[in-house]
């Protein structure tokens, strides 16, 4: 359900946008990761899957999306997770 997961995203400390082919089916997701407070996009490494538009509206939710996130590989990611959680301790 849309609304149990955008209050989840809402709330949650931090929320990790992973690679996925992005059509129609997944313009949802696009759009709660957009709801986040503090959003990290993992950049895909080279045996992951690619990022992949299947439209215009893909692409432009997704270029939205980057403007307020931070775009980081695993080990960034989980430098920057481990810190915020030493802030919090």
Do not use: M, W
């Not at 955008?6 to 996925?20: G, H, W």
């Amino acid at each position: 359900e849309v609304g149990r997961a955008a209050s989840l995203t809402e709330s949650a400390d931090a929320t990790i946008l992973c690679s996925f082919p992005i059509g129609s089916g997944n313009l949802g997701n696009l759009r709660l990761a957009a709801r986040a407070r503090r959003l990290f996009i993992l950049q895909p490494g080279a045996a992951d899957l690619q990022r992949s538009f299947f439209s215009e509206e893909g692409q432009s939710l997704f270029d939205e999306v980057c403007r307020k996130a931070r775009i980081l590989g695993y080990e960034e990611i989980l430098t920057a997770l481990s810190e915020a959680a030493s802030r919090h301790s």
